[in-house]
């Protein structure tokens, strides 16, 4: 089910992955902001320090606004599934970030994960309608990249009546248009795909437009943090965070999948 409101300013705040520090720098920048909604868009808990990331999320109270992802579907089908499903993920690499968040997470955090709603709708100042959806309009793991045929694009958003839809998933921000519709990826505050420089990526929608936002924070500080948690997968946020890949290299490797898929 979609909401429909209104706001003068709305944060768009994609991929925490459970990377609190990356979090916290955002979300210090929003206070200068001051944005009247906070559009989480999916994948918030999945990575090193769920909890810490869920509660600090729900402290922003009724200014936030909570979008299902596919990998928070997935925490929560590992959490009902018990030991054996969330020991299923942690020895899968592909999956074991949301094996961890399914193992340090309590009743109220899974039942929070499973109350996000699958799109958003905001009436936002100056823009008009914004559908706000983790990866595509119809589905929460669905591939669009800067590499997307406008031929597919268009075919993903038959039905659409927005003009605007910001979305996320593939950790890389962009801005494209297709038959007089704009679709805006905000980027992973958490664990983005973006190239140099490295920082913690997001959007801000407003009177003044779409704009795409970087926070800088404390990269090597946030990996040393995961590896104190016991985090299994650090090395592989470290080299993502440190050693970031090519953003087109990304997007084609992303397409080769969607094309897998279809």
């Not at 994609?14 to 909604?37: F, Q, W």
């Not at 592989?236 to 999948?257: G, K, R, Y």
Request: charged share 25%.
């Amino acid at each position: 089910m979609e909401t429909l409101e209104k706001a003068t300013r709305v944060a768009a705040i994609y991929d925490v992955h459970g990377n609190l520090p990356a979090l916290e720098a955002v979300l210090s920048e929003l206070v200068r902001v001051g944005p009247d909604l906070v559009v989480v868009g999916g994948d918030a808990a999945s990575g090193p320090m769920p909890v810490e990331v869920l509660d600090r999320l729900e402290g922003l109270g009724d200014r936030i606004r909570w979008v299902r992802g596919n990998a928070d579907r997935e925490v929560v089908s590992a959490y009902d599934g018990g030991r054996p499903a969330i020991e299923a993920r942690m020895s899968d690499p592909a999956l074991a970030m949301d094996g961890w968040a399914a193992d340090r997470i309590g009743e109220r955090h899974r039942d929070l994960l499973a109350s996000f709603r699958e799109r958003v709708v905001v009436e936002v100042q100056g823009l008009g309608e914004v559908l706000f959806c983790h990866a595509t309009p119809r589905s929460d793991e669905e591939i669009v990249t800067t590499a997307t045929p406008d031929g597919r694009l268009r075919g993903i958003l038959v039905g659409v009546e927005q003009d605007l839809v910001v979305c996320g998933h593939v950790h890389t921000q962009y801005d494209r248009r297709v038959d007089g519709k704009r679709v805006v990826n905000a980027g992973s505050v958490g664990l983005p795909y973006q190239g140099e420089p490295v920082g913690a990526f997001w959007a801000l929608l407003g009177p003044e437009g779409v704009g795409l936002r970087r926070s800088d924070y404390d990269l090597r500080g946030a990996v040393e943090a995961f590896r104190a948690v016991g985090y299994p997968a650090a090395e592989d946020i470290e080299e993502s965070l440190l050693e970031p890949p090519d953003p087109a290299w990304v997007a084609d490797l992303f397409e080769n999948q969607a094309g897998d898929r279809s």
